[in-house]
């Protein structure tokens, strides 16, 4: 079956926080984004009524990034914030260069520094990472030019799945053009 109808982008991600405040201060004053909706809310979930409060800052595009605390200490302890210490589990946002720039300045003004950020190029992107208050990675990528040329998104679309299928048997060579296996 074609799918024909796919949806239009990102509303939004959710994560619980500890710190309403701390959270604030970091998505809206370090990094820009405004906080648009602050919702407060009494709800039947999971067999407990739960009281929460559910903020969203708002990117370029509309869609948002959201936030829960929860006011009941068990409720909280039950749903996070507690997030796995991976570099592999982040929320990554699309900046074009003068953006990243101008958030990697703010973010190194607010007194962020190693092993809270890092930069990671990847050839076809750069990456500006930076941990959130809540111990979240939040990754800041700009594409490079070369990597949006038609005819090299037309060529990573058509090897996509034989890429996924000759990893999944066991070749796990490096297809980066970008780079050089380490």
């Not at 990847?122 to 990597?147: K, L």
């Amino acid at each position: 079956m074609a799918i024909t109808r796919r949806p239009n982008r990102l509303h939004h991600t959710a994560y619980v926080t500890k710190d309403l405040e701390a959270t604030r201060a970091f998505y809206e004053d370090v990094i820009g984004l405004p906080l648009i909706a602050t919702w407060t809310e009494q709800d039947e979930l999971f067999g407990k009524l739960r009281t929460y409060c559910h903020v969203f800052f708002e990117l370029a595009d509309g869609s948002c990034l959201a936030f829960f605390q929860f006011a009941d200490a068990a409720d909280q302890a039950e749903f996070g914030p507690d997030l796995p210490s991976s570099p592999f589990i982040h929320v990554a946002l699309h900046v074009d260069q003068t953006t990243q720039a101008d958030l990697e300045a703010r973010i190194q003004a607010a007194g962020m520094v190693e092993p809270q950020t890092y930069v990671l190029e990847h050839g076809y992107c750069r990456s500006v990472y930076v941990t959130d208050p809540n111990g979240m990675i939040v990754e800041f990528t700009c594409d490079t030019p070369s990597a949006l040329e038609p005819a090299i998104d037309a060529a990573r679309r058509a090897s996509a799945h034989a890429d996924l299928k000759r990893w999944l048997a066991g070749d796990h060579h490096n297809n980066n053009p970008y780079r050089t296996a380490a």
